[in-house]
């Protein structure tokens, strides 16, 4: 039985397990009920995201938020059913910045915030991004060199647990 498990999984991976000749499901594999979220329900979540991290050319944790939102859509749940809250802080939050104070963030006088995009779209589809004031503060930036629409929090960890406290489901390791 293990093996069989093994060889479909394979199978999956390697795109064959719709193809003529692929190994057939376990009996009962395709009667098993597959849970959904409840498309008329609303979600709140909050990213703890503090990490350099990227994906795809952009921070790792804006990258899966805005994956996030369409995982939620493609079961029924439009971005207005979400409450979400990304709070940026210690080697994230320049990411939030504009050009140029993300090129000296970066030591880059040639770089271009790629983030800034994306927070965008974020913002446009409700999403509150926020900034903490404690790491802007020890890196000598202010409100003018955080991008348009990002909020400013006194410090990330104390809103974390705020947006916790209020039934905010976690998200980290951003």
Not at 26 to 37: D, I, N, Q, W
Not at 89 to 96: C, I, P, V
Not at 106 to 126: P, S
Request: net charge negative.
């Amino acid at each position: 039985m293990n093996g069989t498990r093994i060889i479909c999984a394979i199978g999956c991976v390697l795109g064959m397990a719709g193809s003529p000749g692929a190994l057939a499901a376990p009996p009962g594999a395709m009667e098993r009920p597959m849970l959904k979220v409840d498309p008329h329900a609303h979600y709140r979540v909050v990213y703890d995201i503090h990490s350099a991290e990227t994906a795809a050319g952009i921070s790792k944790g804006l990258y899966f938020a805005r994956g996030m939102i369409e995982a939620y859509r493609k079961h029924g749940v439009a971005p207005a059913q979400l409450d979400i809250h990304l709070v940026l802080h210690g080697d994230a939050a320049k990411f939030l910045l504009v050009d140029s104070t993300y090129q000296i963030a970066v030591n880059d006088h040639f770089a271009t915030n790629l983030n800034a995009m994306i927070t965008q779209d974020l913002l446009n589809l409700g999403v509150s991004v926020e900034i903490c004031h404690s790491a802007m503060k020890s890196m000598g930036w202010t409100a003018d060199d955080v991008l348009p629409g990002v909020t400013i929090v006194h410090d990330g960890y104390t809103r974390l647990i705020k947006l916790q406290n209020d039934g905010y489901a976690y998200i980290g390791g951003f």
